[in-house]
C-alpha cells in the first residue's frame, strides 16, 4: 500500500455529467489519475469511468465500469489525451514497451504498435525503418535514435500539465532518480547497436544468411532429435530382448514376463490368468545358476515376482553389473544359501 506522502503528491480529477439515451436517464463520470497506488515506485495514469441508469423513482442501477473509454471518449472527448496515457508512466511509456513493442513488431500487431508510440503516416521513413527492425535490441535503439521516445515523454508531460490545471496543484515527483524505476535502455546497447550497424550486421544479406542459418541449425536439431530418440528406443528394445534370452536360456518361461524399464524391475506372473505360466521364488533362483555376462543387462535390474513388486518390495535376483556376481536381495531367501555357486553373494538388505 501507498504511504500517505505517496497518495498526497498524486493527482485525481473526476467529473460527471447526465445523458438520455432511449428515454432512461443515465449519468457517467470520468475519473482520471496520476498516482502509485500499487506502490510500484513509479507514477502512472488511470483513466476509468462508471455508468449508472437512474430510474423514474431516483434508484440508481450500476451498468458498467472500469476502462470504459469509447463511452468516455463519447460524452468527454476533450480528454482524448488522458486516454491514450492510461497505463503509462511519467515518460509516456507504455507496460513493457520493448519487449512488448517487439512482439507486436513480429506478430503483425502494426495497429498496437502504432497507438503505443503516436506512429501515423507523418512519420514516413521512420516508420518504416522501426517496422523494418530485426531483433529486440535494434527495436529499442530506434525508439530512441529516432524520436519516438522523447515524443512519448512531451506527451506525458503535457497530461501531467493538463491534469495539474484541472487538479489546481502541483505534481512533485517524491522519488529520487535512484528510488524510481522507469524503463531505460539497457546499458552499452546503444554503442552494441552502432556497432552492428557499421559491421551491416543487420543488411538484408546478413539477415538472409542468418535466417538461412537458423534455418539449417533447426533442421539437424531436429535431425539429431530423431537420431537421439531412435537410439534410446533401440537401446531399450535390445535390453527387453537380452532380458528374455536371458531368462528363457536359464530355463524359466517368458509367457507371463514383463520389463518396466523406467524402475528396471523385470516382473514374472504378472498377469494372475489360468493359461499363463506361474513360477516360484526357488523356480527365480534358476537364474543364479545362469551367467548374466553375456546378455548385457543394465546393472541393478532386479528379477521379481507380482507378489513382491505390487508391494514395492526388493526381493529377488539383482543385475550387478561390471563384471559382479548376480545375487539374491530380500529375505526370506529360497533356500539358506546361494547353491549355485560359491561366488555369489547375498545382498542383505540393511536392518
Known sequence: MASQEIRNVALKYSETKSFIEGGQKYEIKVKISFDDDCNNKCFDFSVTGEIVRITKNGRRIDEMSGCIHDEILRYFPKYASFVEMHCRNREGMPIHPFANGFYHLTHGNTQTLMEDWWITE???????????????????????????????????????????????????????????????????????VEQRISEGYYTEETVAQRAKDEQERKLNEARQKIIDEARVKTEKIRVERDIMLFILDAGLPIDNVIYYSHTKRVVFNWQDSSYRSHISWEDLDKLMAKSDEEYRIPAYTIFTLEEAYKQKKDRGIVIMGDGFESCWTGEPLPYPHNSHNFKRQIHQDKK
Open 122 to 192: 507523418d512519420d514516413g521513413e521512420k516508420a518504416v525503418r522501426l517496422f523494418k527492425a530485426v531483433d529486440q535490441e535494434e527495436f529499442t535503439y530506434l525508439l530512441y535514435k529516432l524520436g519516438f521516445i522523447e515524443r512519448a515523454k512531451w506527451k506525458a508531460e503535457a497530461a501531467i500539465q493538463k491534469l495539474e490545471e484541472l487538479t489546481g496543484k502541483e505534481w512533485v515527483n517524491p522519488y529520487s532518480p535512484e528510488e524510481e524505476r522507469l524503463y531505460k535502455m539497457p546499458e552499452g546497447l546503444f554503442e552494441k
